[in-house]
């Protein structure tokens, strides 16, 4: 009889510390729509097509094939001119990291990123297409939930937003590498690299709606649920000696303790955009057979992909590394690894 007391009182326990953890969360626009469980057309900005999926997180667009990284959140208020007039809020408190003022100098527009060190992981969030920026707002500041980073706008670099589509791009996610100037240099794009580690092409985005909606009906409390509840699409191991430096700075991602002895490799599961979701360190017995630095694939399920993103193509009848997920692979661990 005790024991099953103790039991109670162990499982009230857990039940109150993850109470303790769960997130208190801002919208990033003053729009209630969301809040009050309206549909997508009244808080998503479609993007020219009149469909409002079209401003959703995925393969949204040009039928499927074309890639969109977060949310288009359209605006609720206009000055006479029709420019859009919403403040832009930072939803958890975090640290500013990275602000680009200069408009033709990212897709993103004028942006800001913050990083959220109190999360687990220590997402990022991602405000872009700015018409302008708080002023005085400074990289390394801390701010808290709520804060205003500037107002909602149009601004875009190489292409161009009507102000009748004005509206917020609003992104969390992860970063692949602190090395990002080392696999960029290397890919001989023709362009300067404007925007260090906060350059697009090194952001990994989660579906910031599906995370918000798990949130609101209580099946997640924090980032480390939503991660753990992410489906496998492609998990591959890799026999190397490295760790990279995304696993240093998502430790909660890691499925288990780093092994005492040597590091023979590593067990990683992808989710269907190729974000990285669960690593698995591997001791040197677990590793012995496999080629050093060449990903083998042990895993995939191909139903659960879609048509924009390229992780993993049939070759001689087996399953072989994709373009989109050599380029994460190759971020991660630097241009050692052979496909």
């Given at each position: ?33 969301w ?10 900005q ?37 420019e ?9 408190d ?21 990083e ?10 991602l ?11 400074k ?5 808290t ?10 601004s ?21 590498t ?19 580690m906060w ?5 990994m ?12 009906h ?13 489906e ?8 190397t ?10 430790p909660?991602l ?67 590394v ?10 991660l661990?630097?241009p050692?690894?052979?496909?």
């Amino acid at each position: 009889m005790r024991g099953s007391w103790m039991m109670v009182a162990l499982a009230l326990l857990a039940l109150e510390l993850n109470a303790q953890e769960r997130l208190i969360l801002a919208w990033p626009t003053p729009n209630p729509a969301w809040w009050e469980g309206r549909p997508v057309t009244d808080f998503l900005q479609h993007a020219g097509s009149g469909d409002a999926q079209s401003g959703a997180f995925g393969g949204v667009r040009s039928g499927g094939t074309r890639f969109h990284e977060g949310l288009d959140l359209k605006p609720i208020a206009r000055d006479r001119r029709g420019e859009a007039m919403d403040d832009v809020l930072v939803v958890m408190d975090g640290v500013v990291r990275h602000i680009n003022s200069s408009a033709g100098e990212s897709s993103y527009g004028r942006y800001v990123v913050v990083e959220h060190p109190g999360a687990k992981p220590a997402v990022y969030t991602l405000y872009g297409h700015l018409a302008r920026i708080a002023p005085g707002l400074k990289v390394g500041e801390q701010i808290t939930r709520g804060y205003v980073l500037g107002m909602m706008g149009h601004s875009s670099g190489g292409y161009v937003i009507p102000k009748e589509r004005a509206h917020l791009h609003f992104e969390i996610g992860v970063v692949m590498t602190r090395d990002f100037q080392a696999w960029y240099g290397g890919q001989k794009f023709g362009s300067r690299n404007q925007q260090g580690m906060w350059n697009g092409l090194n952001l990994m985005g989660i579906d910031p709606l599906a995370f918000y909606e798990e949130w609101r009906h209580g099946r997640v409390n924090t980032f480390q649920d939503h991660f753990a509840r992410m489906e496998t699409v492609v998990r591959l191991r890799i026999a190397t000696r490295t760790t990279p430096n995304f696993v240093t700075r998502y430790p909660a991602l890691l499925t288990r303790e780093m092994p005492v002895g040597p590091l023979g490799g590593w067990e990683i599961r992808f989710n269907w955009t190729g974000l990285p979701f669960a690593w698995t360190p591997l001791g040197l017995i677990e590793m012995a057979g496999l080629p050093s630095e060449l990903p083998k694939i042990i895993e995939v399920d191909a139903a659960v992909g879609q048509r924009s993103k390229s992780l993993v193509v049939k070759k001689r009848g087996e399953w072989a590394v994709g373009k989109d997920l050599k380029v994460a692979l190759q971020q991660l661990f630097g241009p050692a690894l052979r496909f």
